[in-house]
């Protein structure tokens, strides 16, 4: 089973960036869909941001188009770069692996363990 290390939450000023980024124990094969999912205190799951490793294509939740960024630097980590933060950005954010390219949470299937981001005003 492959394992997923989600890294790179922290405390960060409103307008402020950071990058989560998340190591994979294997490679990432061409077929997988990587991607970042959050959740907020007592709020559902929701989906950020998926990429389809082998061909870069990704998409977006609405809310955070224009700011936050899926990306790929190797064959086994995969990023989210997240600018202009905003306060409902604060969540434990995690990343996901699975086959299909989906903002479907309960259809990925290897999980990382969860790096809080707290966005304060």
């Known amino acids: 089973q492959v394992q997923l290390e989600d890294t790179g939450g922290g405390l960060v000023q409103a307008g402020g960036s950071l990058t989560l980024s998340c190591a994979t124990s294997?490679?990432?094969?061409?077929?997988?869909?990587m991607a970042w999912f959050r959740q907020a205190p007592g709020k559902e799951r929701e989906f950020v941001a998926a990429?389809?490793?082998?061909?870069?294509?990704s998409m977006y939740a609405d809310s955070v188009k224009g700011r936050f960024t899926i990306s790929r630097a190797n064959a086994n980590t995969a990023y989210l770069q997240m600018n202009n933060l905003k306060s409902e950005d604060t969540a434990v954010y995690f990343c996901?692996?699975?086959?299909?390219?989906?903002?479907?949470?309960?259809?990925?299937?290897?999980w990382g363990q969860g790096t809080q981001v707290t966005v304060t005003s």
């Open positions: 996901a692996r699975g086959v299909d390219f989906t903002a479907t949470a309960s259809e990925y299937r290897d």
């Open positions: 294997g490679r990432i094969f061409s077929s997988a869909v």
């Open positions: 990429m389809r490793w082998g061909v870069g294509r």
